[in-house]
């Protein structure tokens, strides 16, 4: 590490809490699309697109211009209290792209766990209930709804004593782990016998594609199964597509892959293309439920960000970017498949939805062992999941395609040079 990025680790370890956990140990000094360059100028290609914000990339022209213009115009003016156009048309188009079923109303807020926590708030408001159950290995947020809601008790929630009661976690189905759409179902029955009555349940949250907790994709079955649980209780069903929306699993958002509609969706990063804005979308007469002043916040729906989240909308629409990511996530599941047979099953199970893909290994130190190879080569990659074994891949679907195949030349690499050690290791225990 040269002495520049030495001193400021140093300055950081002073100046900020050790809770902060922060993955590199350089510093971000520009970034244009998929590169990232440190001030020394050594590039990165960027695979974890800021943890799914940058489906367009970084400083897409069009959000540069479409910020660039509204700064001419004000920056601030809290939408409750002066409203813009910009915000009721973002909304409009909102309404419009859902899977929503019937007439739907938006609101717009700062962060992904403010987008939940409102659909908490809008759910409990029109039911008249308490009850909220998710998922095991859910991630929904850092404020304490949301860390009640998420599944997995470390690093997200284990410093911070006793969560808000009312949250229930039921199985979510994944078929590497033994956890059959019908043993997630029964879960939920379990807790309506032994945890809470229906009739006292608001909503079920989940993801139908679990961000942190490894990129798991809930089966069509189990999703239509849960919509007919809802609507024979009275519940709602709310989805988090805070990281699986806007292109990322080659439609617009992920509930499009079904038939099956949510009353809510929640949504956030790269809504914003690089610029806070969350929102929740919902079927009208469920948004309408909470009176005036119930819903809100100082900088909910910012113009600065609500007009980058219209670039991004342009972006998506006129540069084919479902499509495109169709076209990358098929390509590295095909090398990831590829890698997988000439490891000796190292990789040992390939999700993916679009360019919503991620690859398990075997233990945490062969996906953290990949992850430090592809750094040191200049290629940024993110681990999830229940076991941390899990690579998943955010690259931006603007990506060039000879950066990206360069970018999947340094994964096989770090691959195959895991399967090397493992190999070398085997050999010299046998010797």
Known sequence: MDTKHSALNQRKQQATPRGVGVMCQWYADKAENATIWDAQGNAFTDFAGGIAVLNTGHRHPKVIAAVQAQLEKFTHTAYQVTP??????????????????????????????????????????????????????????????????????????????????GVFHARYPVASRGISVDAAMESIDNIFSEDVAPHDVAAIVLEPVQGEGGFNIVPADFLKRVRALCDKHGILLIADEVQSGFARTGKVYAMDHYETKADLITMAKSLGG??????????????????????????????????????????????????RANVLGAELVSVLEQLQQATDQAIIDIR?????????????????????????????????GKYANVIRFLYPLTIPTEQFRSGLEILKQGVLALNAETHSTAVGQTA
């Open 352 to 384: 993916a939805l679009g360019s919503m893909v991620a690859a398990e290994f075997e233990t945490a130190e062969q996906a953290k062992a990949v992850q430090t190879y592809a750094m040191e080569h200049g290629l940024l990659l993110l681990t999830c």
């Open 84 to 165: 813009y156009e910009s915000y009721v048309s973002l909304a409009e188009r909102i309404n419009a792209l859902a899977p929503i079923a019937g007439p739907a109303k938006t609101a717009f807020f700062t962060t992904g766990a403010e987008a939940v926590e409102n659909a908490v708030k809008i759910a409990r408001s029109y039911t008249g209930r308490q009850g909220i159950i998710t998922f095991g290995n859910a991630f929904h947020g850092r404020s304490f709804m949301t860390m009640a809601m998420t599944g997995k008790t470390a690093p997200y929630k284990r410093d911070f004593g006793l969560m808000p009661g």
């Open 274 to 323: 690089g610029f806070p804005i969350s929102g929740v979308v919902g079927r009208a007469e469920v948004m309408d439920a909470p009176n005036p002043g119930g819903l809100g916040g100082t900088y909910a729906g910012n113009p600065i960000a609500v007009a980058a989240a219209h670039a991004v909308i342009d972006a998506i629409e006129e540069e084919q970017l479902c499509e």
